[in-house]
């Protein structure tokens, strides 16, 4: 019984863990930052988006882990230098999945 408690906590722990990782590589980003840090950060976007004023990349962002995970979407705005020049994070519609 121990062992099944045990096991429990460590797999409730474990998966937050994965958000805490996630959301502690997107509190690493900054404005300035490189196209390539950002990929080399969090990886391949789930999207991308561009015009004439430069890029913008998507990644999904899960969040509220003990009271029911909620979906959002990390978004990091590039001038036509591929720098940073924002990023923000924004509640998805609850049938909206980009990927």
């Not at 390539?36 to 430069?54: C, M, S, V, W, Y």
């Amino acid at each position: 019984m121990i062992l099944l408690v045990v096991l429990l906590i460590g797999a409730a722990a474990s998966s937050c863990g994965v958000s805490t990782r996630a959301t502690r590589k997107i509190n690493q980003v900054e404005i300035g930052m490189t196209k390539a840090q950002i990929r080399h950060l969090l990886g391949t976007p789930l999207f991308k988006n561009a015009d004439e004023t430069g890029e913008e990349w998507g990644y999904r962002k899960m969040v509220g882990e003990v009271a029911g995970p909620e979906e959002m979407l990390f978004i990091v705005n590039f001038d036509n230098n591929g720098m940073v020049v924002a990023y923000n994070s924004v509640k998805t519609h609850p049938h909206y999945h980009p990927y």
